[in-house]
């Protein structure tokens, strides 16, 4: 039995790098949204329990966002190795057929479906203490 890798074009793995470079740089600006949200509420509140919960909110975005850096290098990685692939091998090379990124995308979704969780989470309780 033989294992098939998933092909694509140049111009479908560039098209999917520039379009997570722009939904991580959406991400990162709502982040720092979010962020600026969270200390409007920590500087009006002095709960205990709330500032634990904010607390824990600040290093769930901290950590949010080291991921988002991770995959904003490893698109960009990615994105250089190409574009030195194309400038060595100008011939055709938009008619070759490459692996997939498919680790790449995965860890993309994987990101996207883990960040609207921490959103969600964050504005649920963001509304018991406007």
Avoid: C
Avoid at 15 to 27: D, P, V
Avoid at 29 to 53: F, G, I, P, Y
């Amino acid at each position: 039995m033989s294992i098939h890798t998933a092909t694509k074009r140049i111009s479908d793995l560039h098209f999917e790098n520039q379009l997570w470079l722009k939904e991580m740089g959406f991400y990162e600006m709502e982040q720092k949204n979010l962020e600026a949200r969270l200390q409007e509420v920590v500087a009006k509140n002095s709960d205990h329990d709330m500032l634990a919960k904010a607390e824990s909110f600040q290093n769930k975005f901290i950590r949010q966002h080291v991921v988002t850096r991770e995959i904003i290098h490893s698109v960009k990685e990615h994105e250089n190795w190409l574009a030195a692939y194309a400038e060595k091998n100008p011939v055709a090379v938009d008619k070759m057929e490459f692996a997939d990124h498919a680790i790449l995308r995965d860890r993309v979704e994987t990101y996207k479906r883990l960040y609207a969780e921490l959103r969600a989470e964050f504005l649920k309780w963001l509304i018991n203490w406007i």
